[in-house]
């Protein structure tokens, strides 16, 4: 019978305890690892998929309501030479908010729940960390408002067949991939004003003031002394910007065209590169 004793391990070099080598592979991690996480974390939420089931009830229900009042309507002749495309906002304006919010609770609520500590010990890279958040839900927001809303503009344009005209290519693409991506980064906002706020009621309501006061503040502005105030305020105000994908607008000088996702973007940036200074400053 052999004695034979396997050899011990040994030591690791300047230490006095055996070496070990795990089977699992140690690679250096990148964004698309933390894409990866963020991923699994914004569909393995249940929250998210009530979120975005309300947001395309409320577009598709809303969008198909209104086309169907409109096509059973004896006024119906109000719409002749119009498009029939801009029956879509009403669902999206309420559904927007859907979007704000899901958009705030994808940062938010991991610094309320401690999640964040759990997030950053596994990627210390804020600055990563942020980005997988911000191009995660950003790609998720507009494949679902895109669905809904082509979805919706394809079905009321076949209701309203004879009553509306035929709408023209560049307003097909500004009512659905145009109006997907505003809405998209208007999440994108949010889900930036939650990394500031840290507090979930706190940045849903900053975004929601953000959507609606202007437009309510106009609306009790009655001085002529106000009147430039009062345009301005209603020209540039989000429900505003949305109509204008849909050729709707408010007043005769404000934006238009693609303006309004210039608009977006450019907030929308700046407010990134000031949750970005912030994130390298706070403490977690």
């Known amino acids: 019978m052999s004695t034979h004793q396997p050899p011990l391990p040994q030591a690791a070099p300047g230490g006095s305890y055996p070496g070990y080598i795990s089977p699992i592979p140690v690679v250096?991690?990148?964004?698309?690892?933390?894409?990866?996480?963020?991923?699994?974390?914004?569909r393995s939420v249940r929250s998210t998929m009530w979120t975005l089931g309300?947001?395309?009830?409320?577009?598709?229900?809303?969008?198909?309501?209104?086309?169907?009042?409109?096509?059973n309507s004896s006024s119906s002749d109000d719409l002749s030479g119009g498009n029939a495309l801009s029956l879509g906002f009403f669902g999206l304006l309420l559904g927007s908010m859907c979007i704000i919010t899901l958009g705030v609770l994808t940062t938010a609520s991991e610094y309320g729940t401690g999640m964040i500590r759990?997030?950053?010990?596994?990627?210390?890279s804020r600055a990563r960390v942020l980005a997988a958040k911000a191009i995660v839900f950003f790609a998720v927001a507009f494949v679902i408002t895109l669905a809904a809303s082509a979805f919706v503009a394809m079905t009321?344009?076949?209701?309203?067949?004879?009553?509306?005209?035929?709408?023209?290519?560049?307003?097909?693409?500004?009512?659905?991939v145009g109006v997907s991506l505003y809405i998209a980064l208007l999440g994108l906002l949010s889900l930036i004003i939650g990394?500031?706020?840290?507090?979930?009621?706190?940045a849903v309501t900053i975004m929601i003031g953000a959507v609606l006061a202007p437009l309510v503040i106009a609306l009790f502005m009655f001085s002529s002394s106000l009147e430039k105030v009062r345009t301005a305020l209603f020209e540039y105000s989000i429900p505003n910007?949305?109509?204008?994908?849909?050729?709707?607008?408010?007043?005769?000088?404000?934006?238009?065209?693609?303006?309004?996702?210039?608009i977006i973007l450019g907030v929308t940036a700046v407010a990134?590169?000031?949750?970005?200074?912030?994130?390298?400053?706070?403490?977690?």
């Open 195 to 202: 990394s500031v706020i840290r507090h979930s009621a706190g």
């Open 54 to 71: 309300v947001f395309v009830l409320l577009v598709v229900g809303i969008g198909l309501l209104a086309g169907a009042l409109v096509s």
């Open 156 to 176: 009321q344009v076949s209701m309203l067949d004879g009553v509306a005209r035929t709408p023209t290519s560049g307003e097909w693409l500004k009512g659905t």
């Open 118 to 124: 759990t997030t950053m010990v596994a990627c210390p």
């Open 28 to 42: 250096r991690t990148h964004l698309g690892h933390a894409i990866a996480s963020e991923w699994t974390k914004i």
């Open 241 to 262: 910007q949305l109509s204008v994908f849909y050729s709707n607008s408010l007043g005769e000088s404000g934006p238009s065209g693609w303006d309004p996702l210039w």
């Open 272 to 284: 990134f590169a000031g949750a970005y200074a912030l994130l390298e400053k706070r403490d977690v």
